[in-house]
């Protein structure tokens, strides 16, 4: 499946902003599907989740409440919904997509499928 990431930015604190993950080359509905974020100097990390069905998702603490994963199978896309942004949300953010175990990972070595990732910048 290849992936492609749009809708990053620059923002300013306590903005929002909606980033889209469209699909192509796959049966979209076959894969649980992942953002993540990589700040610079720092590693990638898990930002949030969501099922094949998107009847379950799961959040990394730091943006749980003010960040909303979604999905439109019909379209091949997943969204993430970044609401409140803070500096600290800078970063580019990838979306990914694995199908086998669990309908998520925090461990980026686990999608095995990457899509070009999505600049974001939140000035304060």
């Known amino acids: 499946v290849q992936l492609q990431a749009s809708g990053g930015g620059l923002a300013q604190t306590g903005d929002s902003l909606r980033l889209s993950c469209v699909a192509s080359?796959?049966?979209?509905?076959?894969?649980?599907m992942g953002w993540f974020r990589q700040a610079p100097g720092k590693e990638r990390e898990f930002v949030a989740a969501?099922?094949?069905?998107?009847?379950?998702?799961v959040y990394a603490e730091s943006v749980k409440g003010r960040f909303t994963i979604s999905r439109d199978n019909a379209k091949n896309t997943v969204y993430l919904r970044m609401n409140n942004l803070k500096p600290e949300d800078t970063a580019v953010y990838s979306c990914?997509?694995?199908?086998?175990?669990?309908?998520?990972?925090?461990?980026?070595?686990?999608?095995?499928?990457w899509g070009q990732g999505t600049l974001v910048t939140v000035s304060s």
């Open positions: 969501i099922s094949r069905s998107g009847d379950s998702t």
């Open positions: 990914a997509a694995r199908v086998l175990g669990s309908f998520y990972s925090y461990d980026p070595r686990h999608y095995p499928g």
């Open positions: 080359g796959g049966t979209f509905s076959n894969y649980h």
